[in-house]
């Protein structure tokens, strides 16, 4: 392979700001050679018009068996954990794909998600009722995780005691590189994860008149007489319950703090909360809470005229895709009214996030309800203190106090 250009997630600007980074590593070619911190040489895809060819292009996989051999490593002696990878659909490709999602989608539906609206209200409005009285909060902690956890845990079927284990678990498969690394990093939160998905699953199968949430449906879903292995239902749970809050938090914590960065749109959210629609899809747009995805060269092919091999690992950088200004007119500047309708924020194609109704609606409804029942909300501290968490693949806050 050739030789890598400069570092970028090593660069000490990175965590800070990374849309500056990335924004000249845009400007420097179409198609950039660098290395991630585990050493993987990788392509960064960072101009809007590639980043969307390339989520369609179905020379670009996810599961990496289908672009080169596998190295033989520990993975390959760990049971059920060495084909966790490739029975989720976060690594899988068509058909196993088109067959995972469409049994999942069974179960996940957007009428499932448009019923939850009155209970995810009541939900956001129990966490402002309870910090309510100090005048002050850590906005990550007391009201954008608990409120996206709670729901996809009760979607679940899990415990509510059991939410912070899922929080510390998936927290850790999010730090150790999982979505973005050529293999799922063997870490023991995955391992207790697993352990604890596998007897939920086993308590649903002995109880299946308490189905009624998303492992019954699951548990239940067909498509074309198959359903559900017990690794891929096993696999499909966890990523449920990872992707189903991390965004979220981020879009809320970060879309926080980008408002009170921009006051003037803050208040123009104020005056009219009927922009809350289109401030979402901007906001989402803006602070990226999923700042890339990873794909693999099935064959050869060029990217703006940079050739790339196959076999070859590419991170197609959604957060630099979305500050393209090919793409959009003042795109570093935040415009809660702007109608912004093609943004990657999601993803597009066949891997478009299956969760993305439920998302928009908690955001929907966390900044209506931060709005309208904080109307005097400001940071708590000086930017410079805030912590960002580390990882590459999501960007979101450690915490974010605020007072009111």
Known sequence: MATTDAPVFSDPRYRAD??????????????????????????????FADVEAGLKDARLVKNITNARE?????????GFLKNFGNT????ADPPEHTRLRALAHQAFTPRLVNQMHDHI??????????????????????????????????LLGVPRQDEQKFRRW??????????SSESVPLVPQLLLMVRYVRRLVRRRRAHPASGEDLVGQLLAAREGGQQLSERELLSTIILLLIAGHETTVNLIGNGTL???????????????????????EELLRYVNPAQLVNRYAREDLDIGGVPIRRGSHLLLILAAA??????????????????????????QGIHYCLGAPLARLEGEIAFATLLRRLPNVR??????????RSGIELRGLRSLPVVF
Not at 19 to 32: D, S
Not at 138 to 149: G, V, Y
Not at 323 to 334: K, N, S, V
């Open 18 to 47: 990374p849309y500056g980074v990335l924004a000249e590593v845009r400007r420097e070619r179409p198609a950039y050679l660098t290395r991630l911190p585990s050493g993987e040489q990788v392509f960064l895809v960072t101009r």
């Open 70 to 78: 596998r190295r033989p490593g520990m993975l390959a002696r760990l």
């Open 88 to 91: 989720n659909m976060l690594r």
């Open 121 to 154: 209200q009541t939900l956001a409005d129990q966490l402002i009722d309870a910090v309510e009285p100090a005048g002050r909060m850590d906005l990550i902690a007391d009201f954008a995780l608990p409120l996206p956890i709670t729901v996809i845990c009760e």
């Open 170 to 179: 998936s927290g850790a498969l999010i730090e150790s590189g999982a979505l």
């Open 258 to 280: 980008a408002l009170l960065l921009n006051p003037d749109q803050l208040q123009r959210l104020r005056q009219d909360p009927t922009l809350v629609k289109p401030a979402v």
């Open 322 to 347: 979305n500050h393209d200004p090919d793409f959009l007119e003042r795109p570093d500047q935040l415009d809660v009214s702007r109608t912004v309708r093609q943004h990657v924020a999601f993803g």
């Open 379 to 388: 940071l708590g501290v000086p930017v410079e203190e805030l912590e960002w």
